[in-house]
């Protein structure tokens, strides 16, 4: 017996998939090395007790936090692009 309705064949993974990929590694390397320079910035201007203790964290936070969101944003904007569409509920519709 013949089976009129085939069986589709699985979706392979697109160009977007590759790319979103991709993004979500230069997300991560953005992320994770200005985030851990900030971090240093940061922790140097608690540790120290100089005058400029108060500059040295708010350099920390602005010259690597704002890095690290643009990063961060990257990851969650890769994370969006690369999640394929789910299937039609009725993929038969203009049989």
Do not use: E
């Not at 017996?1 to 390397?29: C, E, N, Q, R």
């Not at 100089?50 to 350099?59: F, K, N």
């Not at 920390?60 to 936090?65: R, V």
């Amino acid at each position: 017996m013949h089976d009129p309705k085939p069986t589709p064949a699985p979706p392979s993974p697109g160009s977007y998939a590759v790319w979103a990929i991709v993004v979500m590694v230069l997300g991560w390397l953005v992320a994770i090395g200005t985030g851990l320079c900030g971090g240093a910035f940061v922790i140097s201007g608690i540790v120290d007790n100089s005058a400029y203790s108060s500059a040295l964290v708010m350099a920390g936070l602005i010259m690597g936090g704002v890095p690290c969101l643009v990063g961060i944003g990257m990851i969650l904007a890769a994370r969006k692009w690369g999640r394929r569409k789910p299937p039609s509920a009725q993929p038969d519709v203009f049989t």
